[in-house]
């Protein structure tokens, strides 16, 4: 997961699989049936279910609100201000490399997006009843165009990981919850 987290799909070799896995050259097709490509998608599972839980964090909870959403956002930031992060999301990595061509790819990347999706309209939704966003706030649309701003300023942090830049884009998605 980590090689292809860092090299992305096309640039990882069965070399570099091989010393990531300890798995002898001529049996990494026996250890991984279907091969690198097989690998990658359990790398994108296994991805789905231990980094992304930790990114969205509180947001992933029943009672999150804005106030999560919002903190998923600074987190984002955050990450983007670090080395480590500024290789991104592997979800949003694989969007960008393969998900045009591969369509089992694609499906996960899109699963994570509605994911993504529900978390923050259900939170929008509760902000709504709480009062802490405008009433007439449409929750779904706003989580679209939020989870949309989150893939974006992962591909912006990536060539352009400059603080004040980062946070006007997320200030300015958050004008439309207010």
Request: net charge positive.
């Amino acid at each position: 997961m980590r090689r292809f987290w860092e090299r992305g799909y096309r640039a990882t070799s069965i070399e570099d699989l091989v010393k990531a896995t300890g798995v002898k050259p001529g049996s990494i097709y026996s250890a991984f049936p279907g091969g690198k490509r097989a690998l990658f998608l359990k790398s994108l599972e296994r991805y789905s279910k231990l980094v992304v839980p930790q990114k969205l964090g509180e947001l992933d909870s029943p009672d999150a609100s804005v106030a999560e959403v919002r903190g998923y956002f600074d987190g984002l930031v955050r990450d983007l201000l670090s080395p480590e992060g500024r290789q991104g999301c592997l979800l949003v990595n694989t969007a960008i490399e393969n998900a045009a061509e591969d369509d089992e790819a694609a499906a996960v990347v899109r699963g994570h997006l509605a994911r993504l999706e529900h978390c923050m309209t259900r939170a929008l939704t509760t902000a709504v009843r709480r009062g802490e966003a405008r009433a007439g706030l449409d929750p779904a649309g706003t989580a679209r165009l939020l989870v949309a701003t989150a893939q974006g300023l992962m591909v912006v942090g990536k060539a352009n990981p400059d603080e004040a830049v980062l946070r006007a884009i997320v200030d300015n998605a958050f004008a439309a919850t207010a």
